[in-house]
């Protein structure tokens, strides 16, 4: 029997079945005690395994779609911003947005937790295995620019045009130059009706023309963005004002 044990545990082993291996001394205690059938055990052990590989298939897929934090919808403190209607924000985290190819525009002022919220949507999503990513305005400008100099522009459109939920965070905190809304309005309309799209921003769209520094081509991307869209205003006070004096680096990450 000893020697078909270590046979067994070489096997889970070989198999990769680490949460079985690790788990199965205790389930063979209770099966010689009387306290579990062995058919019971067997089926409890491979849904440990099964809930271990998806826990860990989740933490892979957050972790690539370069979330600047791991923050979800019980972390928001929807009592700070009662202009928030809560269940339209748990309606977007049912992900049925991405199925219609809508967008989500999330407007407001620094702190009020646009980024917070577009994160969490973006965690459900990578849960949910639709293919996410996260960046910047500024970091995605920065890489068209730099594919468009080395003749790699076309690719680079691609890769951004891939993602099943796209989030461009922190557009307005920046002007964008002639080059940067021509790659902007190149981007957002290679994923018109074909993805979804959550932007974040501080300006108000009668002010994207000057934002772009170009009214027809702001219109331009404006039009795509909106035409199926969910726009949520954040009309509240910053979370890095909450509690000013006593709130931690990591609390103040919370409203961003």
Known sequence: MTNNYNRLINNLDELKLHEFREQLPHYLSLVNKGEIEITDAIYELTELEKAKRMERMITSCVRTAG???????????????????????????????????????????????KTHLSVSIGIEAAKHHYSTYFITCHALMEQLKQAAHENRLEAKLKHYSKYRLLIIDEIGYLNLDAMAANLMFQLISRRYEKKSTIITTNIVFSGWGELFGDPVTANAILDRLLHHCHVVTINGPSYRTKDIGGMSDQEEMRGK
């Open 67 to 113: 979330f600047p934090f791991l923050k979800e919808f019980h972390d928001y403190d929807f009592s700070f911003q009662p202009g928030i209607d809560k269940g339209e924000i748990l309606e977007l985290g049912t992900l049925r947005f991405i199925e219609a190819n809508e967008n989500i525009l999330f407007c407001g002022t620094s702190g009020t937790g």
